[in-house]
Every structure is written in C-alpha cells, then in structure tokens.
C-alpha cells in the first residue's frame, strides 16, 4: 500500500501485519494472492480526534473471478468480526463516481456488539483481475447513517482504487 492517498491529503497511520488468512481464505478466488492492509488519516490532523481515519484493506493476485472474489471477500470480512451482530442498512449500492468508468459497491453496515452498543460504518469494494479491496472509514455516530454521503464516499473510494491499484503487466 502507498505511504498516501488521495491525492497525498491522508497519510499512512497503520501499516499494520496484514492477515495472510484473508488471501489463504480466498486462494479458490485469487491465484498467488497477498495480502494487504493499510490505514489513513488527514495529513494535516492536529489531534487524535480530528477527521476520519481510512483504512484499505485487500488481496492483490491473479482474480479468477472479480464479482465472486469479492463477494466471498466481503462475508470473510464480516465474519472476523468477533462478538457482533452486523446487518447491512443501506445498500449495497453499486455507484459509478462522476468521473469513473468503474463502478464501486457501497453499503453501509450497522453493527452491535456484545454490550448492545450499536454503531455503522460505510464501506466501498470493488474487484478487477489483480485486486480486491474494501474501503471504511470511521463516522461521526451522532449523526444518522441517512445523513452520510455514500455518493462522496464512492468517489473517494474510487481515486483510492486508482492509487493502490496493482500495476499491470505489460
């Protein structure tokens, strides 16, 4: 993953270990996959409360099948997360920023974990035959999940794709 992204206004915050299971779990979907996983947050952030934080996550390899490869991709990653119910409440959506001749899928997943605190959280995918990525990022939960711009989101996501895209061989 690059040390920045859109447009270099969101710096690398985490470059965590990514999951190898993930591209294991996948390896019927995507030929030699790896894995990757990097989080972002707003370069100019003064404070650990100021702005959303961006995280990447994704397998790049050979993708045998772009649509099941990123279906199968997003159940495992609903499913790694230990002690929550989570529904999708909007969407999926798939959305062709202005701009974009690639759409992306989008939704937005409200989750509740052990204690019953629910939360949401917005997340783009997309496939293509050397990648599968999903984007979330962190929300304000004071606000309704109505009120979040899954159009904007969309288009964020779609110039992330652009910039963590793995290079095709010539």
Not at 20 to 34: D, F, T
Not at 67 to 85: G, H, M, N, Q, Y
Not at 132 to 149: G, I, N, Y
Request: glycine content about 6%.
């Amino acid at each position: 993953m690059p040390k920045s992204v859109l447009e270099g206004t969101f710096t690398e915050s985490d470059h965590s270990e990514p999951d190898q299971n993930i591209a294991s779990m996948l390896s019927g979907q995507i030929e030699n996959g790896i894995s990757a996983f990097a989080a972002y947050q707003p370069a100019d952030r003064k404070s650990e409360t100021a702005g959303p934080v961006t995280a990447v996550t994704g397998v790049y390899g050979t993708v045998l099948s772009p649509v099941t490869a990123r279906e199968r991709f997003l159940k495992i990653l609903d499913s790694r997360i230990p002690d929550r119910r989570s529904a999708v409440i909007v969407g999926p959506r798939t959305i062709t920023p202005q701009g974009s001749t690639e759409p992306v899928s989008c939704r937005i997943l409200r989750h509740v974990d052990e204690y019953g605190t629910a939360s949401w959280t917005p997340d783009c995918s997309w496939a293509d035959g050397s990648a599968v990525a999903d984007v979330t990022q962190t929300v304000d939960l004071s606000k309704p999940p109505a009120q979040f711009d899954l159009e904007a989101f969309a288009a964020k996501t779609a110039t992330i794709r652009n910039e963590v895209r793995a290079p095709v061989a010539p």
